[in-house]
């Protein structure tokens, strides 16, 4: 079959160390005299203290919760609103990225995100520009159409171009805080980022090479980052391979792990990133294919049975929870039901239905 694919990228990606200084001068090109900063309460003081160098910073909201909900769209906008800004900033998590995208794509006509989230009302057509400023490496939402919202217990991915940052910058100097565990966990939520969407059914050839030098980075560097988190080198590839996870998935899509961290996530607590590990190594064995080999041997490993350990064994050491019973009281009926349903599932190369996904996870007793 002859190829033929579309590539499209539209986010200016700003990359290295010291790079968050350029955010006035980033706010400047955008013609935005005043914005909002989205943060959580925890990177609250270091961006009042950006206020005094950068006086464009005209109101923060810092009460973005770790599975962001739709009130805090309602607050942002508000705060928009009220301070006439031009601009959205969500720095920090995805968590934050994903409440300024929203709040950044709907502020022009309503503040209220619900009937947007239930896909009663589309986007309008006119949206603030929003700039992406990871403090994880992990996401990738800074180079994509991502936002990841809840209402209530009601979780949902929606995936629309009105949610694509204007700019991204990526400094990896933001992530040297960053706690072990959580450095693992995003790390391989990068790796599962870059495995799907090179295993994605609608792969293509200019994300396959993002995803291959994203895994190359993930396998050369997490464990030195979880180990050394002040490891400034590990910090910046680390950085590098969330951006290239990012770009490997934002057209493909992700498939099978990240459809069962859904359940995982909502009824069983488990953060995105363990949600994403925690079936990450089984899927590497179940779509194991002659593709995959080659990936394989391109990040220098002999082949899926290397690969699939490699992730194992960074889940042992960054103590994440991996069999069944780590999860406490489990309905695998419900878990194998709602995993086989997801429709990122339908974007995985081997077609997994319900009784496949109930084998995967009995399996990880
Ligand atoms: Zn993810």
Request: aromatic share 6%; with cysteine.
């Amino acid at each position: 079959m002859a190829l033929e694919f579309l590539y499209s990228q539209p986010v200016k990606i700003r990359f290295g160390c010291g790079s968050r200084h350029a955010l006035g001068e980033v706010l400047s090109s955008l013609g935005a005299q005043r914005c909002l900063v989205v943060c959580d309460r925890f990177l609250r003081p270091a961006v009042e203290q950006m206020q005094h160098k950068i006086p464009a910073i005209a109101a923060i909201f810092s009460d973005v919760e770790e599975n962001p909900q739709l009130i805090g769209v309602t607050a942002s906008v508000g705060l928009i609103r009220e301070h006439d800004v031009q601009a959205v900033v969500g720095i920090g998590g995805g968590s934050t990225m994903d409440t300024a995208k929203f709040a950044a794509a709907i502020a022009s006509e309503s503040d209220d995100p619900l009937p947007y989230f239930r896909g009663e009302r589309h986007f309008p057509a006119v949206r603030l520009p929003m700039i992406a400023m990871p403090t994880t490496a992990g996401t990738g939402s800074e180079v994509t159409q991502v936002s990841v919202m809840s209402n209530g217990k009601e979780k949902k991915t929606i995936n629309n171009p009105v949610f694509m940052p204007a700019v991204a910058i990526v400094d990896p100097e933001l992530t040297l805080t960053v706690p072990p565990r959580t450095t693992m966990n995003t790390g391989l939520d990068a790796m599962a980022h870059a495995l799907e969407g090179y295993w994605s059914r609608n792969h293509q050839p200019v994300s396959d090479l993002c995803a291959i030098e994203a895994v190359r980075l993930v396998l050369e560097n997490l464990e030195s980052a979880y180990r050394d988190g002040s490891n400034l080198a590990a910090r910046e590839n680390m950085s590098l391979a969330a951006l290239l996870g990012g770009l490997s998935f934002a057209l493909p899509k992700t498939a099978g792990s990240h459809a069962c961290s859904y359940p995982l996530s909502e009824d069983y607590h488990l953060p995105h990133g363990e949600a994403c590990a925690f079936t990450l190594d089984s899927f590497v064995r179940i779509n194991a294919d002659e593709r995959l080999e080659r990936l394989c041997r391109r990040v220098g490993l002999s082949g899926t049975e290397e690969l699939a350990a490699r992730i194992k064994a960074l889940k042992q050491l960054g103590g994440l929870r991996m069999t069944l019973s780590d999860l406490g009281e489990v309905d695998l009926d419900q878990l194998a039901r709602d995993a086989a349903a997801h429709p990122l599932m339908r974007n995985n190369p081997v077609e997994m239905d319900e009784a496949a996904c109930r084998r995967m996870f009995a399996a990880l007793q």
